[in-house]
């Protein structure tokens, strides 16, 4: 008589049976035998040895390695916290970024200029890649005073005066942060410089509209023409101007040719006489008479 439970109420099968009925290999199957996860009775001949119900609650739990390696997988602590400090960057590499010292990235975040996190265990202040590139975004945007007067050329002083006369765009922020667009900066920038560049052309034009006569003939000023007359600049502006010497208007400019100058230069020379002995009897105003000469 069977004893309900006892080991001959267990029903046994062999190990191609279990394979067949699990859809596992022979080879698994005596793997896991020997690791004790299927009951199994005592070789005897060829009867069948591995209880079938340990065989089918094996088969409900077993899960086969290409299955387990498509499952996904959960990351350790160690792997979680090098993804956190891979997606975040340190203040140290902030300050490289932006070219400006480990105390001043720590003031953007006291300030709140730049948005900075702390690592969940450590305590480390980092600042992801998005708040990284959203402040390199702003400052390519805005720029200081300082900033914008080199930009322009002139002094912080005459930022203010072109905020107020409505040339740059200026935008209401804290007082350490960024605040003129780059933008109305260099299209300023290139106003200036243009309006510069159309006033050294004109004065260049004005300068070679007032310029001697290209004829060929050597020219002279009418400080160069006082030189060889030995006259002063206003005398030789006021016998040219009384057509006593043939002189060329360009512009506001008087020009004279050198060989008129010279010429004119020679007859003075002749027309001044040495001074003659006066008698005794002559006056101190005979005396001092000298002759008459342009």
């Given at each position: 008589?069977?004893?309900?439970?006892?080991?001959?109420?267990?029903?046994?099968?062999?190990?191609?049976?279990?394979?067949?009925?699990t859809?596992?290999?022979?080879?698994?199957?005596?793997?896991?035998?020997?690791?004790?996860?299927?009951?199994?009775?005592?070789?005897?001949?060829?009867?069948?040895?591995?209880?079938?119900?340990s065989v089918?609650?094996?088969?409900?739990?077993?899960?086969?390695?290409?299955?387990?390696?498509?499952?996904?997988?959960?990351p350790t602590?160690?792997?979680?916290?090098?993804?956190w400090?891979?997606?975040?960057?340190?203040?140290?590499?902030v300050?490289?970024?932006?070219?400006?010292?480990?105390?001043?990235?720590?003031?953007?975040?006291?300030?709140g200029?730049?948005?900075?996190?702390r690592?969940?265990?450590?305590?480390?202040?980092?600042f992801?890649?998005?708040?990284?590139?959203?402040?390199?975004?702003?400052?390519?945007?805005?720029?200081?005073?300082?900033?914008?007067?080199?930009?322009?050329?002139?002094?912080?002083?005459?930022?203010?005066?072109?905020?107020?006369s409505?040339a740059?765009?200026?935008?209401?922020?804290?007082?350490?942060?960024?605040?003129?667009?780059?933008?109305s900066?260099?299209e300023?920038?290139?106003?200036?410089?243009?309006?510069?560049?159309?006033?050294?052309?004109?004065?260049v034009?004005r300068l070679?509209?007032?310029?001697?006569?290209?004829?060929?003939e050597?020219?002279?000023?009418?400080?160069?023409?006082?030189?060889?007359?030995?006259?002063?600049?206003?005398?030789?502006?006021?016998?040219?101007?009384?057509?006593?010497?043939?002189?060329?208007?360009?512009?506001?400019?008087?020009?004279?040719?050198?060989?008129?100058?010279?010429?004119l230069?020679?007859?003075?020379?002749?027309?001044?006489t040495?001074?003659?002995?006066?008698?005794?009897?002559?006056?101190?105003?005979?005396?001092?008479?000298?002759?008459?000469?342009?």
């Amino acid at each position: 008589m069977r004893v309900p439970g006892s080991s001959q109420d267990t029903e046994w099968i062999s190990c191609a049976t279990a394979a067949k009925l699990t859809d596992i290999a022979e080879d698994t199957l005596e793997w896991w035998i020997r690791q004790g996860r299927i009951e199994q009775r005592p070789r005897h001949g060829n009867r069948p040895t591995l209880a079938r119900t340990s065989v089918e609650e094996f088969a409900t739990t077993y899960v086969p390695k290409r299955r387990r390696d498509q499952q996904p997988h959960e990351p350790t602590t160690a792997e979680q916290q090098k993804a956190w400090l891979a997606e975040h960057h340190s203040p140290r590499d902030v300050a490289e970024r932006f070219k400006v010292s480990d105390t001043t990235v720590h003031r953007w975040a006291t300030t709140g200029r730049l948005t900075g996190d702390r690592h969940p265990t450590r305590g480390w202040l980092r600042f992801t890649c998005e708040e990284v590139e959203r402040l390199s975004a702003e400052r390519r945007e805005w720029i200081s005073y300082a900033t914008a007067a080199n930009l322009i050329g002139v002094s912080p002083s005459t930022i203010r005066s072109l905020i107020h006369s409505g040339a740059l765009i200026q935008r209401t922020v804290a007082r350490q942060q960024p605040s003129i667009s780059r933008q109305s900066a260099q299209e300023h920038a290139a106003r200036t410089r243009a309006e510069n560049e159309h006033r050294a052309a004109s004065h260049v034009m004005r300068l070679a509209a007032m310029g001697p006569p290209d004829d060929g003939e050597v020219w002279l000023s009418l400080t160069e023409a006082a030189l060889v007359l030995r006259l002063s600049r206003v005398r030789v502006g006021q016998l040219v101007r009384a057509g006593r010497i043939p002189a060329t208007k360009q512009g506001r400019r008087w020009w004279i040719r050198r060989l008129h100058a010279e010429t004119l230069s020679a007859s003075r020379a002749a027309q001044a006489t040495p001074q003659r002995q006066l008698p005794q009897g002559a006056s101190g105003r005979d005396r001092d008479e000298k002759p008459v000469v342009i």
